[in-house]
């Protein structure tokens, strides 16, 4: 069935070191594909979004890129910050809902 | 953020008695949901609805009920607490539904403690 699959973390990075959080899904077709952000205390936000094969989204420094090939949609920034320090979810919608990874806890250290 | 108040923001409760979570939009969007958040789960779907009265069930729903009387107010109601519904609920709507490419806006969440 339809999954998202994420590292879980906790990933532990010193400040201006590059990040990668890898996301793999399953799905019929091509759904949308999405990176949330909660940071603490709040709720989740809209980081960045892809819509088709290709397309490249991107935020605050952060990218990730739709790979159809590999059903991939992996999250990176090339200098991460103190206040980058969030869980992170990658998602993609089904009918009515979202099917979301299970999130993963950066911590940046200064 | 879409305007998404959720009350109450922290309750303690007993196994036993009922609860009501409170969420409230004012961007008039259709579809709102509930969701849970606990360690090693991520956010799980409790129950959403697509409009006034119009509601369905998620994947964890046994235990939870909603009401939706007015577009602006999405209620969740634990019949009975146990300590299993021990978790952090989160609200969220949409515009329109997630076949889309629209992102869904969150509330701010509710920490719930069931004793």
């Known amino acids: 069935g339809d999954s998202v699959t994420q590292m879980e973390g906790p990933v532990t990075l010193s400040e201006e070191a590059f990040l990668t959080i890898n996301c793999t899904y399953t799905a019929t077709g091509y759904p949308s594909l999405f990176w949330y952000v909660q940071y603490p205390g709040e709720g989740l936000q809209l980081l960045l979004k892809?819509?088709?094969?290709?397309d490249k989204g991107s935020n605050k420094g952060f990218e990730a890129t739709y790979r159809k090939e590999t059903t991939s949609f992996h999250l990176e920034k090339g200098s991460v910050q103190v206040s980058d320090s969030a869980v992170y979810f990658c998602a993609f919608h089904r009918d009515d809902k979202i099917i979301f990874g299970k999130g993963t806890r950066l911590h940046i250290l200064p | 953020d879409a305007g998404i108040t959720q009350s109450p923001r922290h309750k303690v409760t007993e196994t036993g008695t009922p609860v009501t979570l409170r969420c409230h939009q004012t961007e008039n969007h259709r579809y709102m949901y509930w969701y849970r958040q606990d360690p090693g789960h991520g956010l799980r779907l409790i129950h959403y609805?697509?409009?006034?009265?119009?509601?369905d069930k998620g994947e964890v729903s046994d235990g939870y009920s909603v009401s939706r009387s007015k577009t602006e107010d999405f209620l969740l109601t634990l019949e009975s607490a146990t300590s299993s519904q021990t978790s952090v609920y989160f609200c969220a709507t949409n515009r329109e539904g997630t076949g889309g490419i629209r992102p869904q806006h969150f509330g701010d969440g509710t920490r719930l403690s069931i004793l």
């Open positions: 892809a819509t088709k094969a290709d």
């Open positions: 609805s697509y409009g006034v009265k119009d509601t």
